[in-house]
């Protein structure tokens, strides 16, 4: 037991100490790019601390941040430049009158160079894409965001990678998962562990929450609660991209489980909503826009709490990491690690309580989309 | 200084669901305690309305980020 105890916490501290490792490695690399950005904007020379303060800042963003190019470390040069260990990834974006574009993301070398693309110009700021001339001008705004056109950036990035590498991953695991239950009904393999899951999806989420229509959710609240977990678990490991810290994945989600809700919900639901039963009926007329807004409040709050809690669970670590570079002494380099470990294995704990909220809270929705007729009198 | 205010509110915010999520938790560990054997519907119960609280607080450090 001890034995298997010590193995753990091993293993999960080479987590922890390679994620310091890589960071340390870029903090000090981005100095270049972040001490340029930071004179263009501001004009007094900043002190020491207020210096580390922002590369910090820009390193925690840059990581936050989705991107156009996977990058396992960037180093700096001593002439200034900075070497970026990674690979590319493919550039697709449509520029109205020019049509569609593809690349890969080493053309623009990190936004050092600009890129002729059928007759347009286009570079990269803050991953951002850019229309520009050729000299590869950019005009700031004050918060040193570019003001340039932008174009519609269809871009294969290091979210949509990692929602790939991860949906191949769950088409491996369950397909023999699903082959090993036709041959016989002993789970072997894979199907040891995520059993006991898959049973708690059904008898304690479903089954409660939905009530007797539950099979046919089934299949989306295991794999919303596979892919959110998988996507939570990536983003915690070294290399790994924090995908559910983005807004727009969160929202996707949110949106299926607002569209099934709205396309399975029974005659009850939308009389509920449009018509509340047992209620005087200036009530009803109150009461009509109220549920019309808890309607869409509903998967509001379910794409803010993920997304929410995600990112804040990263900064957290990145900033413990951090205030390493910021005392710069011994007591803080021993004690923040093992702060930033301690931290880490609550947000290993928040990985696996968020993916059960969400699956939660969509049982509930579907639930009260299913939900019949039961009592005559006012509630 | 421009900042102050914004800190000040995130710090009410983060206060506030202390206060709300402590009492949840509580509330859900008394019921427990009385009725060992509803302790999984509790906690059920529990988490759904931690998380609203959650989630109304998320909106707000969003509204003062």
Do not use: C
Not at chain 1, 301 to 311: E, V, Y
Not at chain 2, 13 to 33: F, N, P, R, S
Request: proline fraction near 4%.
């Amino acid at each position: 037991m001890l034995k298997k105890v010590v193995l753990v916490i091993g293993f999960l501290s080479t987590f922890s100490t390679s994620f310091a490792q890589h960071e340390s490695a870029v903090v000090s690399a981005t100095e270049t790019s972040v001490s340029k950005n930071v004179s263009e904007e501001v004009a007094a020379p900043l002190s020491e601390a207020e210096k580390i303060k922002s590369e910090n800042k820009a390193y925690i963003d840059h990581h936050l941040l989705d991107g156009h190019s996977f990058d396992i470390m960037v180093s700096k040069n001593a002439d200034g430049t900075e070497t970026h260990i990674g690979f590319p990834l493919p550039v697709i974006f449509y520029d109205g009158a020019n049509g569609f574009h593809t690349m890969m993301s080493s053309a623009f070398h990190h936004g050092d160079e600009v890129v002729e693309s059928k007759g347009g110009h286009y570079t990269l700021s803050h991953e951002k894409i850019y229309k520009t001339d050729a000299n590869g001008t950019l005009t700031m705004d004050e918060a040193g965001h570019a003001t340039n056109e932008k174009v519609l950036d269809l871009s294969l990035t290091k979210s949509v990678l990692m929602i790939l590498v991860t949906g191949l991953l769950m088409i491996l695991i369950f397909g023999s998962i699903a082959r090993n239950y036709k041959k016989s009904l002993v789970p072997s393999g894979s199907a040891k562990i995520l059993e006991p899951v898959i049973l708690f999806i059904r008898d304690d989420i479903a089954k409660p929450n939905i009530g007797p229509n539950y099979k046919k959710y089934m299949s989306y609240l295991l794999t919303i609660f596979f892919f959110i977990l998988f996507l939570n678990i990536f983003g915690l490991m070294p290399f790994g991209i924090n995908v559910t810290g983005n807004i727009a994945i969160t929202f996707a989600l949110a949106l299926l489980t607002f569209l099934i809700t709205q396309f399975t919900a029974n005659k009850n639901y939308w009389q509920h909503i449009f018509w509340m039963p047992g209620l005087p009926w200036p009530m009803k007329i109150v009461m009509m826009p109220i549920e019309i807004i808890g309607l869409f409040i509903k998967p509001f709050s379910l794409l803010i709490r993920l997304f929410a809690n995600m990112s804040a669970g990263h900064i957290i670590v990145m900033s413990l990491i951090a205030l390493i570079y910021y005392f710069q002494n011994v007591i803080a380099g021993v004690a923040f690690p093992f702060l930033t470990f301690v931290i880490y294995l609550l947000e290993v704990l928040v990985a696996f309580l968020q993916a059960y909220i969400f699956t939660m809270l969509s049982a509930v929705y579907f639930g009260m989309a299913n939900e019949e007729h039961h009592h005559e009198e006012a509630h | 200084m421009q900042e102050m205010p914004k800190i000040i509110g995130a710090g009410l915010v983060v206060i506030g669901t202390g206060i709300g999520i402590g009492k949840i938790g509580a509330a859900a560990l008394e019921g427990m305690a009385r009725q060992p054997e509803q302790a999984g519907k509790l906690q059920t119960a529990m988490l759904i309305a931690a998380a609203l609280v959650e989630g109304v607080a998320f909106a707000a450090l969003f509204a003062v980020n």
